[in-house]
């Protein structure tokens, strides 16, 4: 069931989710997204987690800002 109507309380269970996962599995790189539109969150081990802000995209166009929570290989 999806409560379309309670887009606050959806957002903070899913911040908080999004927290119990990168504490579950410290070693794993994570993203947290809203409607694969949106990039909230990117955790890098090691590192804090990182909240962006508003309207942010996953997208080439955005890339200045969230490039440094992308792990490339060498």
């Not at 957002?11 to 409607?35: C, G, K, Q, S, Y």
């Amino acid at each position: 069931m999806q409560l379309r109507t309670h887009n606050e309380l959806q957002a903070e269970e899913a911040r908080l989710a999004f927290e119990a996962i990168v504490r579950a599995m410290p070693d794993v790189p994570t993203l947290l997204l809203h409607n694969a539109e949106w990039l909230v969150a990117a955790y890098v081990p090691g590192q804090p987690i990182e909240y962006f802000e508003p309207r942010l995209t996953p997208d080439a166009e955005d890339v200045d800002t969230w490039g440094p929570w992308v792990l490339r290989s060498e």
